[in-house]
């Protein structure tokens, strides 16, 4: 039972231009939302995360936009730049649950120069 | 400050083996998860610690255990291996400051081959 889900295992945009990345869960208890962006042969590095008290966090280039209703989180990176290129993944905890996160399994960005 | 750091970074091992992974957390930080990455199952988490308890458990059979030290390193193991356990654990660690959720900063990983 896939509790995240990230729907589009890869995504290629143009330097400069809008990645959106998107991610759904189905456990009604998640209350706290994560991003983290992954290199190969490193550990995923943390972007920006949202509570369930807000539907919008915005940190530089990235913003992360929460539909509570719909069980849907996005990721805007604007402008995307080669540097982006990685993996990307979304994560939802329980804040009862301290730091067990459930992750979705992925979406491969590729930022086009 | 340095970041959190796993040991060893690559270990072949084969079947009925077992397996010690070892990590240290950033200084300061109590709290210290595992998590298991597989090209099938994604990013898992199997457990964490907190002040030398167990304090959260994922869905992994007893053949996974981990623990604790007083100085917040971690150690976990496998016994028993299965050519399936072939994966990045992946170890991440937490300041634990109270209220509210508190960010994992996460290690480069152990990759194990299980032959």
């Known amino acids: 039972d896939q509790q995240v889900k990230q729907n589009s295992p890869s995504l290629s945009v143009q330097e400069g231009r809008i990645s959106i990345l998107n991610c759904d869960y189905t456990?009604?208890?998640?209350?706290?939302f994560l991003w983290y962006k992954k290199y190969p042969a490193e550990g995923p590095t943390f972007l920006i995360s949202?509570?369930?008290?807000?539907d919008k966090n915005e940190d530089g280039r990235f913003t992360v936009f929460l539909n509570k209703s719909a069980k849907h989180l996005s990721l805007h990176i604007v402008p995307s730049q080669p540097g982006d290129s990685a993996v990307y993944f979304c994560?939802?905890?329980?804040?009862?649950?301290?730091?067990?996160?459930?992750f979705g399994g992925g979406t491969r960005v590729l930022v086009k120069p | 400050k340095a970041g959190v750091t796993q040991t060893p970074r690559y270990l072949i091992k084969t079947r009925g083996q077992q397996v010690t992974l070892s990590c240290s957390p950033i200084?300061?930080?109590?709290?210290v998860s595992w998590y298991q990455q597989t090209p099938g199952q994604g990013l898992q988490f199997l457990f964490e610690?907190?002040?030398?308890?167990?304090?959260n458990k994922g869905n992994f059979p007893g053949r996974f255990s981990g623990r604790q030290f007083s100085n917040s390193r971690s150690e976990m193991n496998v016994s028993t291996l299965e050519l399936g356990d072939s994966a990045l654990y992946l170890c991440a660690s937490s300041p634990q400051v109270a209220g509210g959720y508190n960010e994992q900063f996460f290690g480069p990983g152990t990759r194990l081959t299980v032959l």
């Open positions: 610690y907190f002040s030398e308890t167990q304090r």
């Open positions: 994560a939802a905890t329980p804040k009862a649950a301290g730091n067990k996160l459930t």
């Open positions: 949202i509570s369930s008290i807000k």
């Open positions: 456990n009604s208890m998640f209350d706290y």
């Open positions: 200084s300061g930080h109590r709290s």
